[in-house]
């Protein structure tokens, strides 16, 4: 008996001494978050040890290059344009671009410790989304179907010789985005939007024969990236409501989503031993969009 009523005096001084304690039942205010990041779009040196990507400063794209071991990153592209949509050339020695040049968007090659920078497609064209060849000779691209938005444009898939600039012109009709060759540089894969709400996985023979829809889903599929091995594909699809990451095999078999994420999941990219797929998640948080880039292993798709 005289221990609880010890305790009793103990709780009441306690209150006397910090009456909020006892007395605050609500919080003071409402926290929400001030800053927001922009980063997107990953892109890997062949050895797999630095990653090239975008992230926006005073409104503008720039490139970054951070070394997966350490986290640091250096600052790649500076001035008044926009600069997105890298891919590391699979020798290593080159990085493709797109900068963005009053209302065109222009196809640059850099190294890519950014010195040497080169145009690649005409000063007035509207060229977005490069990816390499195998043999590191041509850049496959699209053109820009986002000219007036919301409204989508026409848009065809191009490649370009690095050497000769000479261009050739792939997929036509419709509207055919995020082209990429596969590994062995036969194929190729892409976007086609079939209508408003309805996205496909195409792939075709290398000169643009030969179209085959993978995906045939009544949701809105897209963003393919082909596997090093050339054995899968992974995507981004709403499907499941939210956009999130799936992978399938090269024939479009054996869809299976690869992480459960909240957001909208897009742009996978397969590191280049293929045991990780990195791509961009972006969330609405409180008044603003925040956008990171976040990585998934793919021991999965081995275990089941």
Not at 229 to 241: H, Q
Request: glycine share 6%.
């Amino acid at each position: 008996m005289k221990v609880m009523i010890s305790a009793l005096l103990i709780a009441i001084a306690s209150s006397l001494i910090h009456p909020n304690v006892v007395a605050q039942s609500k919080p003071m205010g409402l926290a929400y978050q001030v800053t927001y990041v922009d980063n997107a779009t990953p892109t890997f040196s062949p050895d797999g040890r630095t990653m090239i990507y975008e992230t926006v400063i005073e409104g503008k794209e720039q490139l970054f290059a951070m070394n997966i071991e350490t986290a640091k990153s250096v600052q790649l592209t500076h001035g008044p344009n926009g600069h997105e949509d890298p891919a590391w050339s699979p020798d290593g020695k080159k990085v493709a671009f797109v900068s963005d040049e009053d209302d065109f968007q222009v196809i640059y090659i850099m190294n890519p410790d950014s010195s040497g920078m080169t145009r690649l497609t005409d000063e007035h064209s509207h060229a977005i989304h490069p990816n390499w060849s195998p043999d590191s000779k041509k850049v496959i691209y699209c053109e820009n179907d986002d000219l007036h938005p919301p409204q989508k444009n026409s848009a065809d898939i191009y490649s370009v010789d690095i050497e000769t600039r000479k261009i050739i012109r792939l997929i036509s009709g419709g509207i055919n985005t995020y082209p990429g060759w596969s590994p062995d540089g036969k194929k190729i894969v892409f976007r086609k939007i079939i209508e408003g709400k309805n996205s496909e996985v195409f792939v075709a023979n290398c000169d643009g024969t030969d179209l085959r829809n993978l995906t045939n889903n009544p949701a809105f599929d897209g963003w393919p990236s082909w596997s090093p091995d050339g054995t899968r594909m992974a995507f981004a699809s709403n499907r499941n409501s939210n956009y999130q990451i799936f992978v399938m095999k090269a024939d479009g078999s054996d869809v299976r989503l690869l992480a459960n994420t909240e957001g909208r999941a897009t742009e996978p990219r397969w590191s280049p031993d293929g045991k990780k797929i990195y791509f961009t998640n972006c969330r609405q948080v409180d008044w603003s969009r925040d956008c990171q880039i976040f990585a998934v292993s793919t021991d999965s798709l081995q275990k089941q």
